[in-house]
Antibody, heavy 121, light 108 residues
Framework: QVQLQESGPGLVKPSQTLSLTCTVS??????????WSWMRQPPGKGLEWIGY???????YYNTSLKSRLTISVDTSKNQFSLKLSSVTAADTAVYFC?????????????WGQGTMVTVSS | EIVLTQSPGTLSLSPGERATLSCRAS???????LAWYQQKPGQAPRLLIY???SRATGIPDRFSGSGSGTDFTLTITRLEPEDFAVYFC?????????FGPGTKVDIK
């Protein structure tokens, strides 16, 4: 079955760029039925949608993060990535990648386990 | 942006009891694009309900969803020990996504 796995540094300095990659296994990222997504969850708080990307490269971003955000896809590696620039302590969170499926009314049916990213000097 | 409000914030119940969770949207989301997730500590969310009322694969039938427009409900008919968790609603509208703040169902 399809699995997602996040990877990247667990500690980022303020003002630097947070970079994470999500590797998709057990299925192809090249599918018209899915959008590949990032969410985050600050410690003890709720979930925030960051954005998603289609296999073609089309992207949709949370407007509150849009100026600092880049999501990209590498279909040859079956991966998609997140870059968030000029980070502050407010960006400290568990970051999840997830699959949004058109087949289930655009719900997020498969999630990675999440990776904790701390912004601190 | 559509804001989702969930109530109550915490629901304290005993195993075997019925849980009724509410999710209200600041504007209509229709019934097609409202989902519910369960999250346990240290884990990723798990999809329970999509399209407001359809159970995801492998979800027990004690979980049910209903509603349309701005008011939605998740019902757990008989709480099992593994159901004590946080539940989030989520909507999709016009390419944007928002989540509710969550309802924690804990053991009374």
């Amino acid at each position: 079955q399809v699995q997602l796995q996040e990877s990247g540094p667990g500690l980022v300095k303020p003002s630097q760029t947070l970079s994470l990659t999500c590797t998709v296994s057990g299925g192809s990222i090249n599918s018209a039925d899915y959008y590949w997504s990032w969410m985050r969850q600050p410690p003890g708080k709720g979930l925030e949608w960051i954005g998603y990307i289609y296999y073609s490269g089309s992207t949709y971003y949370n407007t509150s993060l849009k100026s600092r955000l880049t999501i990209s896809v590498d279909t040859s590696k079956n991966q998609f990535s997140l870059k968030l620039s000029s980070v502050t302590a407010a960006d400290t969170a568990v970051y999840f990648c997830a699959r949004r499926t058109e087949l289930l009314r655009r719900a997020f049916d498969i999630w990675g386990q999440g990776t904790m990213v701390t912004v601190s000097s | 942006e559509i804001v989702l409000t969930q109530s109550p914030g915490t629901l304290s119940l005993s195993p075997g009891e019925r849980a009724t969770l509410s999710c209200r949207a600041s504007q209509s989301v229709g019934s097609s694009y409202l989902a519910w997730y369960q999250q346990k500590p240290g884990q990723a969310p798990r999809l329970l309900i999509y399209g407001a009322s359809s159970r995801a694969t492998g979800i027990p039938d004690r979980f049910s969803g209903s509603g349309s427009g701005t008011d939605f409900t998740l019902t757990i008919t008989r709480l099992e020990p593994e159901d004590f968790a946080v539940y989030f609603c989520q909507q999709y509208f016009n390419f944007g996504v928002t989540f509710g703040p969550g309802t924690k169902v804990d053991i009374k």
